[in-house]
């Protein structure tokens, strides 16, 4: 194409130059091109639709029983606490290891770990836990579109729950 020319193609204008290829791309409304969403909030909108399922699907009437002190509260004012600490993503969304916990033991005393190892026991037994902690020392970037997934299965898992 020549210097300069212009192509319409779905209401977009695009601008060629010979020595660089495209040069600017120009909604022919005027619209804004739409923003790229952030790895970090995409991950932040996914574990909150997460951590809402976790503590609404261990609930009874909207009741949630720490898994490590056994304080019962309402959903909303647990944590959904890592068995493995460090929100490490290989493990980040893994329903294994993530249980409601009241803030005091997910956060004064950071996961109450020995109390938390025994539920682990009990529940999964120790060839689990081991399966869960060689999957924690695997390296994981999550891309957009997985985590967009995660979101949207804990959200119709949210929508089937209540």
């Not at 209401?11 to 739409?34: A, C, H, Q, S, T």
């Not at 026991?121 to 120790?126: A, D, F, P, S, V």
């Not at 836990?129 to 967009?148: G, I, S, V």
């Not at 995660?150 to 929508?159: A, T």
Request: glycine share 6%.
């Amino acid at each position: 194409m020549d210097r300069g020319s212009m192509c319409f193609d779905f209401g977009v204008r695009i601008l060629f130059r010979e020595d660089w290829g495209i040069v600017n791309m120009k909604n022919k409304l005027g619209l804004p091109k739409p923003k790229k969403v952030s790895i970090s909030k995409l991950k932040k909108k996914a574990w909150d639709m997460f951590s809402k399922w976790v503590r609404l699907s261990a609930s009874t009437n909207g009741y949630v029983v720490c898994i490590t002190c056994g304080a019962r509260k309402n959903y909303k004012e647990l944590q959904a606490g890592h068995w493995l600490p460090g929100r490490h993503p290989s493990v980040l969304f893994d329903q294994r290891q993530v249980h409601p916990q009241c803030y005091h033991c997910n956060v004064g005393l950071k996961g109450n770990p020995i109390l938390y190892y025994h539920y682990m026991e009990n529940k999964y037994g120790k060839k689990e836990m081991r399966d869960l902690e060689k999957l924690d020392r695997q390296n994981k970037q999550f891309k957009p579109y997985e985590l967009e997934a995660i979101y949207d299965i804990y959200k119709r898992k949210l929508s089937e729950l209540e």
